[in-house]
Nanobody, 125 residues
Framework: VQLVESGGGLVRPGDSLRLSCTAS????????MGWWRQASGTEREFVAATNWNGNSTYYSSSVKGRFTISRDNTKNTVYLQMTTLEPEDTAVYYC???????????????????WGRGTEVTVSS
């Protein structure tokens, strides 16, 4: 199983950014997909998740209304559209896959089926 994130970078407060994660080695439509993030010196935390067909989405309170998760099962790809970025959003963002969307929301991180290597997002003026 391989999850490969892309789209991270350095942006200014208020900017937008879209992350992508392409999966291989698994039956993508059988898995819920999610995004977590880890800021320097902190634990990895849940950001967003979606069920197998994208009809149900879940967000942490810190990003709800600013971030949107979506997926394209024809491309084995999940996206995280981030808007109105804040310095507090600075972190390494990880893509995750699991057959249980609840596990993607609640963790613990070491129980999640698969992780990507992460893509770094820095929000700074």
């Amino acid at each position: 199983v391989q999850l490969v994130e892309s789209g991270g970078g350095l942006v200014r407060p208020g900017d937008s950014l879209r992350l992508s994660c392409t999966a291989s080695g698994l039956a993508f439509r059988n898995y819920a997909m999610g995004w977590w993030r880890q800021a320097s010196g902190t634990e990895r935390e849940f950001v967003a998740a979606t069920n197998w067909n994208g009809n149900s989405t879940y967000y942490s309170s810190s990003v709800k209304g600013r971030f949107t998760i979506s997926r394209d099962n024809t491309k084995n790809t999940v996206y995280l559209q981030m808007t109105t970025l804040e310095p507090e959003d600075t972190a390494v963002y990880y893509c995750a896959a699991d057959q249980l969307v609840s596990r993607l929301q609640l963790g613990p991180a070491n129980s999640v089926y698969a992780w990507g290597r992460g893509t770094e997002v820095t929000v700074s003026s």
